[in-house]
């Protein structure tokens, strides 16, 4: 072969490689070195190596194969290092994102499979296959490696593609960083190349047979030594050194660390399962056949090892959950994953998100059950920022639409639907996807009618105020408008650098940085972040001379004009600033003039100059103990004043969160009983204590202390006004004659 024909082959991958990373610098996130771009153009190689090696193998004599493979070699290389090469220019040019991982990731994916697809096309030629036998044989090696990943899927344990790795590329949460799975399992594909390459120099097929399976041994050992280890098979040896013992219940095998945390809580967890099982299966009307597996991690950290996700998740009858995150709302979220099968086995539901996620916010967060539950949605419709169902319903809706968001849309409208539709048009939705079908409407008419749904939900002024940006897309960006989704900038925007130092405690260089901000954007926001700082520093009275001038300075909303406002009272009590104070809270009982409101019990306390000082005292938090006696004195002396009665219950009874501690002390029942007689007493401050209460109702009801988790939840339920706490109280009155029923001969 003379040099002019081995530069065109040569030039077919350069040309090849920058022609690939060109065309992913017009779909995000294809234009960086993510996971997608990487993955994509590994699979990619495979065909395209084979390709390469494969012309090079049949344009030179029989008798020149070792040069044709060393051609193919150089090809397949300048494919990869052009297509590296183009992203890494582009992002210099462009993006100025950060590489470092990215780069280690691309090399220890791209090449054992680059190789073996060079393996493979050099061994069609050298066997003679035509050109359309060698891309058969390739799909082949496609379908099987598609089955593999079936068969692990089946088989509970994690995912790892043979060709590909650790499917990264369908997880917009990770980093870049390489998972030590995803580095063996690349190692055992390399070994796997290296022998096919051992296998395609014979002369002949079936010559020096004992060489050709010498050639296979490493990956042979690494198969059969520890598949687990390396994602090769289906074997869960791995999973098991860990998670070693094993706890049967009516519908749930639960498998955990015998001497881990779990282990110790393990029977509460068995009985929070049950008693999510009961009440998704009475409303969906299903008796599952088949048991649950939950692997309970000790530690997110421990789950993402195991896993590859250090976050719970679940498929047909299986979740994988920390132990932290089965007291939380997280636990029944990943029932309805488990138990979607009942529904459907509908091969959509492995990729649309919309309906899976939507599905188990829904019946796990009261969106199914409760209009008033739809409260953040309604803010989000009335600030014009509410994505379009057809956005977050679509295949890749959780990419177009950020992904708290989808997941918080999605969940309220399938919500709005089992409201409006009831419980069997929800089943028949999940098994056919077919909106006209179900509903007599296509999405874009039942997106009207969700929308007309949660302009009617009443929304409180000072929630509308709080939640305002929770849906705003440039605060939360969807994963496909990041500039630097996964790798993450070189170069912090101003106020992410302002909030890490916020974080970090350097309040001084916070402030500057928001102040900075403010001057540039006249943002409300930042007019708060630096008060907040500011407050931190004991420098209230610039915070307040910040927020005054920010209140006058320009046109604002109610929202802004109630943030503005609410912020200043801390720093007005700190300098005694009564007057200033009365008008701050006359202004905020204007704004939301609801007689049950935290603002309207403050102004009638502290404008009263019997119990101004004492009661500005002790919000202060500056006498303690003292301050504390003191204002339960004043309710022995002013009976009659329920604001007192209010300021003793919102904030001198506050409790910690439960801890996981097996046990009640004296002094936690003797606050929890304190903190429910207050609460009895200033039900208008059930809306700020009500939601930590129903925490240690839980907490008791683990603890098998029925009679106080009646109380504290039967408070709730008989004196808060709020809809929701009201719900998830009467909830806990039913887990309680639940445990009864079954804890009775």
Known sequence: MDRGHQARIVGAGIAVGTGLAGVGQLIPPLHLLTHEFTQGFTAASLFLAAGLAWWTGRTLPQGRWREAAWIALWAVGAMGAAAFGTQLLANALSYRCRTEHAIGFFWVTWVPTALLGAGIGAAAARWGLSAWRTLLLLLLLCAASAAHDGLQYLAGVRIVDPLLGDPLMFNQRTGMEIPGIHAWQRLWLLCVAIGLWAVARRRQ????????????????????????????G?????????????RHSEHFVFLYSSTGRASVHIDQVVRDGEWHYA????????????????RLFDTR???????????????????????????????????????????????RLIY????????????????????????????????????????????????????????????????????????????????????????????????????????????????????????????????????????????????????RLRALGDHDSAQALYRRLLERQGKTRWAVRAAVSLSHLERDAEALELLQA?????????????????????????LDRFDALGDVLEQLVRLDPAPHRAHHH?????????????????????????????????????????????VWAAYAT?????????????????????????????????????????????????????ELAGQLAGTVAEHCADPVLHHEATLRMERIGWERSRAAP
């Open 205 to 232: 097929r079936g010559d020096q047979p004992v060489g050709t399976a010498l050639a296979l041994i490493p990956a042979l050992a690494l198969t059969f030594g520890g598949g687990s280890h390396v994602g090769v």
């Open 654 to 706: 506050t409790l910690d969160r439960p801890p996981p501690d097996l046990s009640l002390t004296r002094g936690q029942r003797r606050r929890l009983d304190e903190a429910a007689n207050a609460v009895s007493a200033a039900p208008d401050a059930c809306e700020l204590v009500g939601g930590r209460l129903l925490e240690w109702a839980d907490h008791a009801v683990r603890l098998s202390e029925l």
């Open 352 to 499: 649309d998100r919309g309906m899976t996620e939507g599905a188990a916010v829904a019946f796990s967060e009261h969106l199914a059950a409760l209009p008033a539950a739809h409260v953040s949605q309604a803010v989000a419709l009335r600030t014009d920022q509410l994505p379009r169902a057809q956005d977050f319903m679509a295949p890749g809706g959780f990419h177009a639409v950020n992904e708290g968001n989808a997941y918080d849309a999605a969940g309220s409208f399938l919500g709005f639907l089992v409201l409006r539709y009831g419980l069997d048009a929800f089943v028949q939705l999940q098994r056919t996807f077919d909106w006209r079908g179900t509903y007599g409407h296509d999405l874009d008419a039942l997106d009207a009618q969700w929308r007309a749904f949660l302009a009617e939900v009443p929304v409180d002024p000072a929630r509308h105020a709080r939640e305002r940006d929770a849906f705003d897309p440039e605060l939360r960006p969807s994963y496909l408008s990041r500039r630097c989704p996964k790798l993450g900038a070189n170069e912090e925007t101003l106020s992410e650098r302002a909030d």
């Open 279 to 294: 009440r998704l299966a009475e409303a969906w009307g299903i008796t599952p056949q088949r048991k649950i597996e939950v």
């Open 301 to 347: 950290e421990e789950l993402g090892r195991l896993t590859g996700r250090p976050w719970p998740h679940a498929g047909f009858y299986q979740i994988d959950i920390p132990l932290s995150r089965t007291r939380t709302s997280t636990y029944p979220h990943e029932l309805v994953h488990a138990l979607h099968a009942e529904l459907s086995y509908n091969p």
């Open 602 to 646: 403050l102004r009638a306390c502290l404008m009263d100059p019997q119990l101004q000082s004492p009661v500005a005292s002790f919000l202060r938090g500056g006498e303690g103990w003292r301050a504390r006696a003191l204002l339960e004195q004043l309710q022995l002396v002013f009976p009659e004043r329920s604001c007192l009665r209010f």
């Open 550 to 574: 920010h209140l006058h300075a320009g046109d604002l909303d109610d929202d802004e004009r109630f943030l503005l406002l609410e912020r200043q009272i801390p720093g007005l009590l700190e």
């Open 234 to 246: 289906c074997g869960r040896h791995a999973l098991r050194r860990h998670l070693d013992a094993e």
